[in-house]
């Protein structure tokens, strides 16, 4: 066995260079996808498959892929899917359904029905959705099926999960493989800002490259639903053109109906992704502050946003254990991993009278919290006394009444886990009358049958990679099996691609008219198809993140406020939508020439998007409006 030094340690990680050629490893695109995303679904959990052997040695990486295991999964995978295969998508599908449009106007494939459209001079025309269909169906097969190429880093496969000397030294070798890697792509989410993991990767990238101008591509994983939605929405538009026929208002209604859930579904989202966004700089200003050594501002909580003794979801746990307290006769209480007081949830607790010791590994946080208390009676807060120490819970701590660990164990592996109950929990003499484990479960699962349950409950605690990770944990199943009960539950969880083909059904439209010979009209239909496509389209929809990011650059986090933005922004993309019709209709119906309005239509449409996309940097809430070149920072949505 070889005994490391620490200081071996830093001088492998700071060097960032790879401690050999065969540690520096990448996969293709499409073996990190397959299986519908399965190395990304497993999220941590223990797998007999080893992945490891889908990556090879490379001289350097395509694409480094950032992400946080906390995260939700399947937005991940659908990001990745239409980041990676949506633009080979949009291809094959523009491409299947020009076809279809040729085979149309030749008359290879016969029309179903005829209809008089609302754009036209009053004839009938043979029509048939088959761009429409081809194009869905290609592009959706696209999605799926595509095998990009690209040379790209995700640590499930490229370090060795299941070999302990070479997940080691994967970890170790984690610099100098981000300084080999040409581009990092961020799956951003609520909890990427949260794991110290993902923000170390992110500056040794930084770091890695700062001689050079660096390439991170930052994609909300919020983004990938919304894609969705838009696509399934054009269709359903398209289709609606085609199906009916007979002109009616009712398509126009419906389109503007399914329009509503859209844009509230959009600017939510933009809302708690501007959110996080300011968190994030909460953070970083309070990092800055401390290595100032100037004492942070406590309104959000340094241990995190689920510690803050104000977070309204919390105060139904703060009443529980106060009267928990006092019922159970409590007089002495150690919290193991106690975090930081000044802004942490001990201060919404009643406290009746108890000794309170906090034990925290961080010696900053045992530092800022017997500062806290140098000046302050402990009884303004109902404790008797307040002490509080550097200790590790993985060894023995000091003995009380009550021992408290708060969102502690979800955080740190099984044999972690396993160490701490076999030193402080599983032991004769007991050393606590009661222990309480405050953390997030897995959910049980009741599977029923004509009301008869088959199984009363399926629970698996999955391992987590390391420290600072996240699994849900029932202490009372395997590995643990550990006899408790559940005393209380509450919730504490407040916690751009477009592949949208839409010009499908357009091909379809215009393949009506030319089949009958009308060229006049098939431009005039080609011409709003292109400025829907292309221009209308993606500038009405990216209206709610406009006006949310201007309406959240001030102002706190209100969830009120967050309501009335949500509101706001759906009801214009709303109004606009309307607005961008009625001024089509005006074109086409009232020009003296229908085919100059819809050329007026289009160009009009075409500077409104260049105006609203080009150029346009997306700047998080809160920054300067005034900022330097090397102090730019874009997050391109």
Known sequence: MVNVSPVDIVHVISAMEVSRPEILRATKAFRALQGCGQVLREQGMPSTKCY???????????EFWSHSWHGEARR?????????????????????ALAMMILQVTGVVPGLYRKPPLLGDGSSYEFAPYSLLVGIGLCTLTILLWRPQQAVFLDQICIHQHDGTLKM????????????????????DQTYVERLWCIFEMAAFLKGHESEEVDIVVRPTFLAPWTCYIFASWCVFGSFDLLVPYVSMIPVMIKFILIVPASCFLTGMFCRYYRAIQRMQGYAERAEQWSRGE????DVAVSGPASKAEAEELKPFFDWLGSFLSSRNISSVVDVSSGHWPSGWQRGVRWSGQDYTGVDITPKMIEDNRAFFKDKDPQQYGLRSAAFEVGDMLKELPKADLLITKDTIIHIPNWAILKFLET????CPPRYKEILFIHDRPPHWKFRWGGVPLVRHIVRNWDCPGFSDFHEIDLRVAPYHLDVVNLFEFNSSTRAVQVADSGCGHFDLAAGRLRSGDYYWASIVGIIGLSWWLAAGPTLFILPAMVTGGLLRTGNLLSWRDIGITVCGSSLLVMVSVVVVAYQYVCVQLFPSPLAGALCFGVTMLIFSLCVWYPRSVQPPGSDEETTDSEDSTFET
Do not use: C, F, H
């Open 52 to 62: 490891y052997d889908l990556s090879y040695e490379v001289p350097e990486i395509d």
């Open 424 to 427: 402080n929990v599983n032991v």
């Open 169 to 188: 030294e994967g970890i170790l070798n984690i610099g100098a493989i981000m300084k080999k890697s040409r581009s990092l792509l961020v799956l951003w």
């Open 76 to 96: 991940k995978i659908l990001l990745l899917l239409l980041l990676k295969n949506g633009p080979a998508a949009i291809l094959m599908g523009t491409l299947g």
């Open 295 to 298: 004492l942070p501002d406590w």
